[in-house]
C-alpha cells in the first residue's frame, strides 16, 4: 500500500460505525490461499484499533487468530473504499463493545442470532478513502464482454454453476481480488469488471486498477469473491494469468469453489466425499 497511514481519523471511526456498508476480510486458510469473507460488523474502536463482530460461526474468525494476519476492505453506501491490514489480538464474549454491538438495530433485532462474540485486532496500515472508479469500471466491463465474445472459452471445467456464475455476472454485483502479499497479508483488489468464460475461468480488463494488478505475480494463486445486492456470494480461488499482448484479459483458471453465504459454509467444487454417520 503505497499511500498507507497508521492511524484512521475521528471521521473515518465514525463512518466505520454503520453496519449498513460492505466489510471484506481476508486471511490466510490452510493451504496458504487467500480466503475472503464479507463481514459487516467490522469497525474501528479507535485511530489504531478494529473490531469484528462474530454472530455466524465460520473459519475466517478462526483463521485470524491462527495467521493473525488480516487483509481488510471497508466501502460505504457512497462508494468511498479503505483497504488495509490489521494483526488479530484477542476476543472477548462480554464488555462494552459487546454491549454496543448487541444494541445495534442489525443484530438486537434479529431473531435468530445476534454478536457472541468480539475480536480485537491492531490496525497495522490504512489507505484511502478512494471513490470507486465507476466511469473506469463500466469501459473496463464492456471491454471484458467484447473481448470475451471473441475468442473461445479456454476452460470447461464445471467449477462454476449456472447459480454461481449469474453472481458473478450481475450488472450489479461487486467483485474482489485477493492475495497473499510480500508481507504475508492478505490484499484485496476490485475487479468489479469480471465476467465468467465459461463455467471454469473468470476474467476481466485491468481497468482502472491496472497498476495494482500488475503487481500481482502471473500464474499464483489468488481468490476472487463476488456478490450481489442480495447479498448472495461466492468465493473462487484458483490460477492467476496476467494479460499479455496477444491477450489483453488477465484471467482466473477455478479450480475450487467455496459457498461463503450462512448456514451452510463449506466446497462445493470439487464436490467434499460423503462422510458415513454413526450414530452415538
Not at 476490485?190 to 494488478?213: D, N, W, Y
Request: hydrophobic share 40%; charged share 20%.
Amino acid at each position: 500500500m503505497d499511500k498507507s497511514r497508521e492511524e484512521l481519523s475521528p471521521e473515518e471511526i465514525a463512518l466505520f460505525s454503520p453496519t449498513e456498508k460492505i466489510g471484506l476480510a481476508a486471511v490466510a486458510d490452510e493451504r496458504g490461499e487467500a480466503h475472503v469473507a464479507l463481514l459487516s460488523s467490522i469497525m474501528a474502536k479507535g485511530p489504531r484499533e478494529l473490531l469484528v463482530g462474530e454472530f455466524s460461526r465460520g473459519v475466517s474468525k478462526e483463521r485470524m487468530q491462527r495467521s493473525k494476519k488480516v487483509g481488510f476492505l471497508v466501502m460505504g453506501l457512497d462508494l468511498r473504499m479503505w483497504r488495509g491490514a490489521a494483526e488479530w489480538r484477542r476476543l472477548a464474549k462480554e464488555g462494552p463493545e459487546y454491549e454496543e454491538y448487541n444494541k445495534k438495530p442489525m443484530f438486537r433485532y434479529n431473531t435468530y442470532f445476534g454478536i457472541n462474540t468480539v475480536h480485537y485486532l491492531d490496525l497495522v496500515g490504512v489507505e484511502g478513502p478512494v471513490k470507486l472508479p465507476m466511469a473506469g469500471i463500466v469501459c473496463a466491463s464492456l471491454f471484458t464482454a467484447l473481448a470475451i465474445s471473441l475468442r473461445p472459452s479456454r476452460s470447461e471445467v464445471p467449477a462454476l454453476s449456472p447459480y454461481g456464475r449469474s453472481i458473478v455476472d450481475g450488472l450489479a454485483s461487486l467483485s474482489f481480488l485477493s492475495y497473499l502479499g510480500p508481507a504475508g497479508y492478505p490484499l484485496l483488489v476490485p475487479v468489479v469488471q469480471a465476467r465468467t468464460a465459461g463455467p471454469g475461468l473468470i476474467a476481466f480488463s485491468p481497468g482502472p486498477f491496472r497498476r495494482e494488478l500488475a503487481a500481482v505475480p502471473d500464474r499464483s494463486r489468488v481468490s476472487l469473491f463476488s456478490m450481489n445486492l442480495g447479498m448472495e456470494s461466492v468465493l473462487c480461488f484458483g490460477r492467476y494469468e496476467a494479460p499479455r499482448r496477444l491477450d489483453p484479459l488477465a484471467s482466473v483458471a477455478i479450480d475450487r469453489v467455496y459457498n461463503s453465504m450462512p448456514t451452510a459454509h463449506g466446497q462445493v467444487y470439487p464436490p467434499l466425499p460423503l462422510a458415513a454417520y454413526a450414530e452415538a
